[in-house]
């Protein structure tokens, strides 16, 4: 019952309190204190409960994931590459085409220092750490990808928002079915590097062309 009240508290200061006050107006210093405590803080957990370490998904779950991967993938690449013609079609593919080097150096920076964190953090610790708290897988599902959208509050931007919660829906449905950490990492940087390769980086933070 403790452990349970203690987790609650926890989830509400890590994953809901702290990205929230990003948005209020206080020392940029104070955020950074914060925040790189946060994360020490939730590194302890991770260490202690052996969550970093490596392991190769079961063969089981290889071929449905790939194959519900190309199918949401598919998807994906019309939907926002129909968007991007629509909304802004000078930027369609304009990193890839103007500055080949730096699409290339953006897909491994995303994948390895932003994708690997957030999975581990949002879903492999998230659901090994607080699980008990919620059982309705469904209703688990739901709140996880609230509060992976919330962590992106500090950009302000609607569609990214969206787009979080969207993949926060995706990936806690795959991170539920396989428990693996490297299936779900895949999937992330699979849609997310297809978002910078199409032209919406520069909607989503990351850097442009110009």
């Known amino acids: 019952m403790h452990t349970n009240i203690y987790r609650s508290l926890e989830l509400f200061f890590l994953f809901i309190l702290l990205p929230i006050s990003f948005l209020l107006n206080y020392p940029?210093?104070?955020?950074?204190?914060?925040?790189?405590?946060g994360f020490i803080y939730i590194l302890i957990l991770i260490r202690r409960q052996g969550l970093l370490r490596l392991r190769f998904p079961d063969v089981v779950y290889w071929?449905?994931?790939?194959?519900?991967?190309?199918?949401?993938?598919?998807?994906?690449?019309?939907?926002?590459?129909?968007?991007?013609?629509?909304?802004?079609?000078?930027?369609?593919f304009s990193v890839l085409i103007k500055k080949p080097g730096l699409?290339?150096?953006?897909?491994?920076?995303?994948?390895?220092l932003?994708?690997?964190?957030?999975?581990?953090?949002?879903?492999?610790?998230?659901?090994?750490?607080?699980?008990?708290?919620?059982?309705n897988k469904w209703l688990f599902i739901f709140i996880n990808a609230i509060l992976f959208s919330?962590?992106?509050?500090?950009?302000?931007?609607?569609?990214?928002?969206?787009?979080?919660?969207?993949g926060g829906l995706l990936f806690?449905?795959?991170?539920?079915?396989?428990?693996?950490?490297?299936?779900?990492?895949?999937?992330?940087?699979?849609?997310g590097n297809w978002l910078f390769t199409v032209g919406m980086g520069e909607m989503l933070a990351f850097p442009g062309v110009d």
């Open 28 to 37: 940029i210093w104070i955020k950074m204190i914060v925040t790189v405590f």
């Open 63 to 92: 071929k449905p994931f790939l194959k519900e991967t190309i199918i949401k993938l598919a998807i994906i690449i019309i939907v926002t590459g129909l968007y991007v013609f629509w909304v802004a079609p000078d930027k369609l």
């Open 103 to 112: 699409w290339i150096m953006i897909l491994f920076i995303y994948t390895f």
């Open 114 to 135: 932003s994708v690997w964190p957030q999975e581990i953090i949002y879903r492999t610790f998230f659901y090994e750490r607080y699980k008990q708290l919620i059982k």
């Open 150 to 166: 919330l962590a992106h509050l500090f950009l302000k931007s609607f569609l990214v928002q969206l787009l979080t919660f969207i």
């Open 172 to 191: 806690a449905y795959t991170y539920q079915k396989t428990k693996s950490t490297t299936l779900v990492s895949i999937e992330h940087a699979v849609y």
